[in-house]
């Protein structure tokens, strides 16, 4: 949409320690004369002041794209830009399993696979919530059965075995629930695993990221009150969280609230960015990044 262009990464941490930083990216000229596009990953209103700076600079600068997750349509930075002819304000929310789930049943019964809600999660599951990884796999499983809307065929556990791929998800959710439950001797057991197994220390991030990203989803909807427990069996019996994964959540959510959720998720990009940027000292990187966030959820 916005074209090539030279792409300028900021963080919200750092415009909230110096506002003024994203109005001087977007007047600055790029070394070789090229467009720039300024992309902003904060949380919440880190990047308020620093977007109040950009908009009384009297020069028109490049174009911004700010993500801020956890922000809503109350958010002061959402309240700035709405009503700005300049700005464009969206609300994305990410599907949650049971919705995923749904369709996913949905696209197999088209093809004549016939697949129970269990299965459809373990589908949804498996391909991180993605509708057209998870068609591919429908596609897959269609084929070994010889399935058709002519000639429908149950799928079994047995089935999904034998065809789909394994999650590297799977793999790497004991580690990550033992940096985000607290458990800190686990870790080096688990890292040792994750080495041995060829996992990628990035891949294991973005999955740190995607639980978290689910953490701040169910604090959002948990709100105010104070029972967790009784809170997670509801969003359990909604299918809104697979069964297996709500006692390792109902641990992890009585950890992370709050400010403290804000910078589990702060902390996660800025890991990322780390190893992204220093593939070559990556695994120590790594291991002191889990052992900080682990000892955090500990206290």
Same mark, same amino acid.
């Given at each position: 949409m916005l074209g090539e262009a030279e792409k300028v990464d !900021?963080?919200?941490a750092e415009l909230k320690r110096d506002p003024v930083r994203l109005a001087d990216e977007a007047r600055s000229v790029s070394l070789f004369g090229d467009r720039?596009?300024? @992309?902003v990953r904060a949380t919440g209103d880190d990047a308020h002041d620093a977007v109040e %700076?950009? $908009?009384?600079?009297? &020069?028109? +600068?490049?174009?911004?794209l700010i993500v801020a997750s956890s922000a809503t349509d109350k958010s002061r930075i959402a309240k700035l830009l709405e009503s700005r002819a300049d700005a464009l304000v969206g609300m994305f929310h990410p599907p949650d399993l049971k919705s995923v789930a749904s369709a996913i049943r949905s696209s197999a019964d088209a093809m004549g696979v016939r697949m129970t809600d269990? $299965?459809?999660?373990?589908?949804?599951?498996? %391909?991180?919530?993605? #509708?057209?990884?998870a068609r591919s796999e429908l596609e897959k499983i269609a084929l070994y059965l010889d399935a058709s809307p002519q000639a429908p065929r149950t799928a079994t556990a047995?089935? =999904?075995?034998? &065809?789909?791929? *394994?999650?590297?998800?799977d793999g790497m959710m004991p580690l990550v629930n033992a940096v985000l439950g607290g458990e800190v001797r686990r870790i080096p057991a688990e890292l040792s695993r994750m080495?041995?197994?060829?996992m990628n220390p990035v891949g294991l991030v973005l999955a740190l990221e995607r639980r978290a990203g689910q953490l701040v989803q169910l604090a959002g909807r948990l709100g105010e009150r104070g029972? *967790? /427990?009784?809170?997670?069996?509801?969003?359990?019996?909604?299918?809104? &969280?697979?069964?297996?994964?709500?006692?390792d959540l109902t641990q992890q959510l009585k950890r992370w609230r709050g400010p403290r959720l804000v910078r589990l998720c702060e902390r996660l &990009? =800025? $890991? @990322?960015? #780390? =190893?992204?940027?220093? /593939?070559? /000292? +990556?695994? =120590?990187? !790594?291991?002191q990044g889990l052992a900080e966030i682990a000892r955090a959820a500990a206290r």
């Open positions: !900021l963080g919200g720039r596009i300024i @992309h %700076t950009l $908009l009384q600079s009297p &020069v028109d +600068g490049w174009p911004v269990e $299965l459809s999660e373990r589908v949804a599951r498996a %391909t991180a919530l993605d #509708t057209r990884m047995a089935d =999904l075995d034998d &065809v789909c791929a *394994v999650s590297e998800d080495r041995e197994q060829g029972d *967790v /427990n009784a809170f997670m069996q509801q969003e359990s019996d909604a299918r809104r &969280v697979f069964f297996r994964d709500r006692a &990009v =800025l $890991l @990322h960015r #780390t =190893l992204i940027a220093d /593939n070559r /000292n +990556g695994d =120590l990187a !790594l291991a």
